[in-house]
Each structure stands twice: as structure tokens, then as C-alpha cells.
């Protein structure tokens, strides 16, 4: 069984840890241009670390995975950079005291480092279900925070990362419970996929090349870009690992017609909960539901594994048909699921010249980023 890493180990003594601020994620960031900062909590004081392998082994109240990025290689702006806390912190957000040291410590850390802006997306509620449903609930410690960094200053950040929403299946109930929760259309085409002879298999290394051609296929199919393959094989590579309750890993599952790969996607678990980060598919027997399948495999898979929980990874800021997400949210819905509002990422700005800077000019660099990288793609696939 693998060794536990120290940083996980405290990551997994606090509430609602999140994958993207294990130690592995920090060593994936690392490999392409990040520095990753390791900011820890204690009833004494606060501490940061760049590689955390001396910790407390208890007194630890709150922690964050921050990634630094300089952003400007010379001249009189050579120390600004960049800073930003995937999914973090993580802490009892419920404790007011703590909160505010932690904000407090973050806002500092930003200033000292020269930093245009330190963005937070914390894998905080603000509430379950669709706005405006019959279902939808209002979590008091996402709405407090929201109010609270509001009123420190923070804004709502234009460059929203990682997913605002999301869909979360609850994996507590039965297998047959599971499916009972699943719309009708959604469990015939789970039946059916294993009727038509779809069939299932967990991948290794040997398919990473199959597994990124096929990504690369879904991305141009469905109009969004992707990095370039050495990245995911990184990612690949470091959270590849035997399953253990402290140690975040990453599964690929196939799905094959007669021995030729149709559709996978990789699941990432962690601190008892799965994460459905990349999908891919091919239009070869897509009328066999191979995608259906997956998906049911997949949330038994981490049952087993002992998850409580199986996240979907992404829902729409609009819940309507206007939004770009609309079709797999339909989707992923049809699976049983519930949607999760969270806070979303806020920009702490300690120089507002630079920021204004930064946000007119980013935009316009991805945008040539994202064509260059299209283009990159489907150029690899005309090979």
C-alpha cells in the first residue's frame, strides 16, 4: 500500500477536503510553471511551507494549497505574480474566528508576495438544486462568506476556473436504490449499452496514447481545447496509484465494442469522494449508450471503493437551454443527481492598477491560446 503523504494526511483531519488540494495537484502544477505554497493553521499561528514533510500530527484547524505563478520575467514589475488556491481553503468555514484569521493570513500572503490578484474558488455550498425549484436550498456559511469577502473587498472574478456548479450523486443509497433514482430514459440506456455488448474494463498506461486521441476527438466534436498530451499523462502519472482512504487517485475505465475502445472517462477519488474529471467518446456505437454504462460502472466502482459521495464535475452558471452546458447537464441529471451551487472564485486585488491590466489583457492571450491550441489538436489528429 502506498505510503501517505504527511500533506494529505492533514488535509483528510479537516472538513470536506477536495482533490485539487492534495499534495499530488501541487506536484502537477509544479511540472508546468507553479509554485506551490503549503499554508497550514494551528491555534498558535500560521505557517507556509514549500515542500510540507515536517507537520503537526494534530492542532491543525485550517489548510490551503496555494499556487504562485510570476507572471513578469524582468524589469521593475519582475516580482508580480499570481496566486491561486484551487478549491481551498479548506477549514470549518461554520467557525467565525478561524475564518476570519485565515482571510486575514491570505490577504496578507498576497500583499508580501506582489501579487495581482490571490483567487479563491473554496469548495463551499451556497445551496442545492436549480434556482427558483420547488427543491432548492440556501446554505447559511456559503451565503456568510460570500457577504464577508464582499465586504472585505473581493470580487467576483471573470476568470472562473474550475466549475462554479456542479452535480453531486449521493452513493449511500443501494445499487438498486441508485438506479430507482434515475430518470426512466436514463435506465434503459444503462440496460441497453449491456445488452448491445458494450463492455467494460479499468486502463493503464498502455492506453494513455489511445485514451488522449480520443480526447482530443471529443474536444474538436464538442468545441472545447484541450492541453497537449504530455500534460494529462503528468496528471496521469502522478495520481496513479493503488486506491487508500488518505491518498488521492486517478482510474481511467474504457469502454469497448468487440475489443475496440468507444468511450472512458477518469475518475479521481479522494477523502471518501469520486470526481468525474475527464470524459471522451467516439462516434463509432454511440447508438449502443456506451456513455450510460460508463457512468453506472463508475458510481459502483467508488462505492466500493468506499465513497459517499460521486461528483459530476460541472453544471451550468444558467440553468437554461442558452447555456453552452445545457445538453450534459441533461445528462448528467438524468443519472439521479443533485446540483451543487457553490461560491465560485473571488479575486483579491492589492493593486488595482495591475488587475485592470491583467484582466484586459489575459482574455485576449487565451483566446489566441485557445485557437492555437485547436488548431494544435486537430493537426495531431490529421497525422
Partial sequence: MPLT????????????????????????????????????????????????????????????????????GQGFAAHLSV?????????????????????????????????????LDPDLPLGTGIPGSEGETTDLNGSRLRGEISRRGWQFSSEQIQFQNTVILSLEASEEEMLARMKQKTRYNVRLAAKKGVELRVGSQSDWAT??????????????????????????????????????????????????PVAAIFLFLFAGRAYYVYGMSREAHREKMPTY???????????????????????????????????????????????????????????????????KVVPKILDVMRSRGKAATRQKLER
Fill in 211 to 260: 485514451l488522449y486521441q480520443m480526447y482530443a476527438e471529443t474536444s474538436l466534436r464538442d468545441g472545447f481545447v484541450i492541453r497537449e498530451e504530455a500534460y494529462y499523462r503528468k496528471v496521469w502519472q502522478i495520481f496513479l496509484k493503488k486506491a487508500d482512504s488518505q491518498n488521492p487517485i486517478a482510474l481511467p475505465l474504457i469502454a469497448e465494442v468487440e475489443g475496440s
Fill in 293 to 359: 454504462l460508463l457512468q453506472w460502472e463508475a458510481m459502483k466502482w467508488a462505492k466500493a471503493q468506499g465513497c459517499t459521495h460521486y461528483d459530476l464535475w460541472g453544471a451550468p452558471d444558467v440553468f437554461d437551454e442558452t447555456d453552452g452546458m445545457w445538453g450534459v447537464f441533461r445528462f448528467k441529471e438524468g443519472l439521479g443527481g443533485v446540483v451543487l451551487r457553490t461560491l465560485g472564485a473571488w479575486d483579491y486585488v492589492p493593486n488595482p492598477f495591475w488587475y485592470a491590466l491583467y484582466t
Fill in 83 to 119: 496566486l491561486y488556491c484551487p478549491k481551498g481553503p479548506v477549514l470549518d468555514w461554520a467557525d467565525a474566528p478561524l475564518q476570519k484569521r485565515v482571510l486575514d493570513d491570505l490577504q496578507a500572503l498576497a500583499r508580501r508576495q506582489g501579487a495581482v490578484f490571490l483567487k
Fill in 5 to 72: 503523504h504527511p500533506w494529505n494526511s492533514l488535509l483528510t483531519s479537516l472538513p470536506n477536503p477536495h482533490f485539487l488540494q492534495t499534495y499530488e495537484w501541487g506536484q502537477v502544477k509544479a511540472a508546468y510553471g507553479w509554485v506551490p505554497l503549503y499554508l497550514f493553521w494551528t491555534d498558535e499561528k500560521f505557517h507556509l511551507q514549500t515542500e510540507p514533510s515536517l507537520l503537526p500530527q494534530a492542532g491543525v484547524k485550517a489548510a490551503a494549497l496555494v499556487l504562485k505563478k510570476n507572471i513578469i
